[in-house]
């Protein structure tokens, strides 16, 4: 267990070496920070969450590449990736109509799936159809990744609520969401599924 003296420096070395619970210590000592200093900025919860858990999924890349170099200002870091995620995900929803969304881009999420502001009856049925073809691959992914899809998106569990329940930490529970999303993609690729209309 972690002393709360503990510094953050002290804390990413850790986990660097391979100690995932520094890691969740940092989360919970800042999560809640981050979190709001994101709906602050989006004024939407669902999207915060979203933009959450790309921001730690960063994080966690940057970290376990050694490419973290902010000594003594890990939260200050953290925000900043938090700001350039919102202005990002502003940047792609101006440029791309919902409905259009690119399946080879990285920050893709599957499960944006068509938000039609006026949708007709075809339209409600290519998103069921779509919906079905992503719930049919997510039932060929690994167990723990697709049990991590499932909680995630379709009883809307938290990453915090993910972790206990599987009794991984959060950044396992990150990392299933983000192999995951990296299968999904190349599975939709080789069946030729295209998330558009």
Known sequence: MYD??????????????????????????YQNRIFSYIIQLVHDHDLANDVFQDVFIKVVTHLKRKSYNHQGKFLSWVLRIAHNQVIDHFRKDAKMPSVGKSATNDDF?????????ESSIEDEMVNKQILA?????????????????????????????????????????????????????????????????
């Open 4 to 29: 709360s003296d503990i510094g953050d420096d002290q804390l990413i070395e850790n986990f660097v070496k391979g100690d995932n619970k520094a890691f969740d210590v940092l989360l919970k000592k």
């Open 109 to 117: 999420n599957i499960f944006d799936v068509l938000k039609l502001e």
């Open 133 to 197: 073809d992503v719930r049919s691959l997510v039932e060929q992914l690994p167990k723990d990744q697709m049990d991590v899809v499932k909680m995630r998106y379709f009883s809307g569990m938290s990453f915090q609520d993910i972790a206990d329940k599987s009794n991984v930490s959060i950044n396992t529970a990150l990392g299933r969401m983000r192999y995951a999303l990296i299968n999904l993609r190349k599975m939709m690729k080789e069946k030729n599924i295209a998330l558009v209309v």
